[in-house]
């Protein structure tokens, strides 16, 4: 057992119950990270109830686990307290959260445990409208008279410090273009003695046929007088390949590859034909009887909880105040991080003075009794009468199909602000709706909603009476 020294006096005082490990650490950093005082920190199983109740906790911030559910049972005398806010966390989840997630749950832990509304992160608070100066906004300076002088004054005595640029003071040589060219009389044309240069003759390739007409010709220019066609004679005077001297006989061999004996393949492994690939039921295929011993009577009308991120507290403090005469079933529409909604039915039953089940598909609500409804079960009305099925819960459905006279709809702390408008609706028929009050709400996004809509809202307590004095005992 370990308690803290007396810290600020306007600190709250927090009793952490959770066993040795990494959540104990994660729970211990956030407490202190929003500015609480460990009154308390022990292991629940070595710890006893008179020593919880003399650390005189403000609040109680619990690490669950299934290790410690025997201990919670000894300690519920000082748990039950309407005095003591107690905020239950899974122990995996608390030793899991990092980074951002666990900062945001040091902001909402804060502002439970403070009863304020910051849970924003640094750097992102609120900027105030900024209203204009009052008066006539003053006029820009005009520069059109500005006297020249005080700057070409500043050039000048700047003018000495900057570099010379060399080479801006030599001179530039041009060439004597002319020298070399020649005089314009050079191209004079005598128009009495010019004649106009020879033509060049054409001479016949080699290549050419020469026609029967031309070679008879005592005028044809013949080729072998010119000497640079000479050569080009003598090159091709050679014999001419014929195509006559081709031949179709193979100079090679081909070798053909002697064919063996034909090689027998492998086996092949065992097919799969006398494979099943049907999976066998690790359950029995017909879907197991619902218990239906339950007790109570199936009625028309329900009072539904519907809660989120800190409404397990709210919803503790709501059915501790109902009594066991209670006509009409009540309903825990809670949105629960990781889904241990067996462990939250554990944690209601210890507080509540009904009884409390975990809805099934095939059940139906019967008054007097509180079932905690998971996400894969889905509540829905027949006739007023509530029964459970499969699926997700569709509330705004379900309010309308319960009889406004007999129903009472609560929008504890984390609930879906979009159920703000059902219930109004509701509420507008008769229904009686009423909302956590902003005071120690964790999460106030519903009741505000509610509040505006011209809903009312009170604390848990007070929200259990209401529904005592409206339905009846």
């Given at each position: ?317 709501v059915l501790a105040g109902l009594p ?51 996400d894969q079960v889905a509540a829905e ?93």
């Amino acid at each position: 057992m370990s308690a803290t020294d007396p810290g600020l006096p306007a600190a709250v005082r927090v009793a952490l119950l959770a066993r040795e490990g990494q959540a104990r650490q994660q729970l211990r950093g956030a407490l202190l990270g929003a500015g609480a005082q460990i009154a308390l920190e022990d292991d629940p199983n070595a710890l006893d109830a008179d020593a919880l109740a003399a650390s005189r906790p403000h609040a109680v911030l619990v690490a669950l686990e299934p290790a410690i559910e025997d201990a919670l049972l000894r300690l519920d005398r000082v748990l039950a307290d309407p005095g003591l806010t107690v905020i239950y966390d899974e122990a995996d989840l608390a030793s899991s959260r990092q980074g951002w997630d666990a900062q945001r749950w040091t902001r909402h832990l804060s502002a439970k445990l403070h009863g304020h509304r910051d849970v924003l992160p640094p750097g992102a608070e609120a900027e105030l409208p900024q209203s204009p100066a009052p008066g006539r906004p003053q006029a820009p300076a005009f520069v059109e008279d500005a006297v020249l002088e005080q700057h070409l004054d500043q050039a000048a005595a700047q003018s000495g410090s900057l570099p010379d640029e060399h080479g801006l003071g030599s001179t530039l040589t041009l060439a004597d273009a002319d020298a070399h060219a020649q005089p314009a009389d050079a191209f004079a044309i005598d128009p009495d003695t010019w004649t106009p240069p020879p033509l060049p003759s054409r001479l016949e390739l080699v290549d050419d046929p020469v026609p029967a007409s031309k070679a008879d010709a005592p005028d044809a220019p013949s080729l072998r007088a010119d000497p640079a066609a000479t050569p080009v004679t003598q090159a091709r005077s050679g014999p001419t390949p014929s195509i006559s001297q081709l031949s179709l006989v193979e100079d090679f061999e081909v070798v053909v590859p002697v064919r063996t004996a034909a090689t027998v393949p492998p086996p092949l492994p065992p097919g799969f034909g006398s494979l099943n690939l049907e999976l066998e039921a690790l359950e029995s295929s017909e879907p197991a009887a619902v218990a239906e011993d339950v007790p109570g009577s199936k009625v028309a009308g329900a009072v539904l909880l519907s809660a989120g991120i800190g409404g397990p507290d709210a919803v503790r403090r709501v059915l501790a105040g109902l009594p066991v005469s209670l006509s009409l079933p009540v309903l825990v529409h809670l949105r629960l991080d990781g889904g241990r909604y067996d462990n939250l039915t554990k944690q209601i039953q210890r507080v509540s003075p009904l009884p409390v089940l975990l809805a099934r598909a095939g059940m139906a609500a019967r008054a007097g009794n509180v079932y905690v409804v998971p996400d894969q079960v889905a509540a829905e009305a027949v006739d007023g009468v509530v029964c459970f099925a499969e699926g997700r819960t569709d509330v705004p459905r379900l309010l309308g199909a319960l009889p406004p006279d007999k129903t009472a709809v609560l929008l504890l702390s984390g609930a879906d602000a979009a159920l703000a408008e059902p219930a109004l609706m509701l509420g507008a028929r008769g229904a009686l709706v009423g909302g956590q009050s902003l005071q120690g709400c964790y999460d106030w996004a519903a009741a505000q909603a509610l509040e505006h809509g011209g809903g009312a809202t009170a604390s848990p307590e007070a929200l259990a009476q209401r529904v005592i004095e409206y339905l009846g005992g």
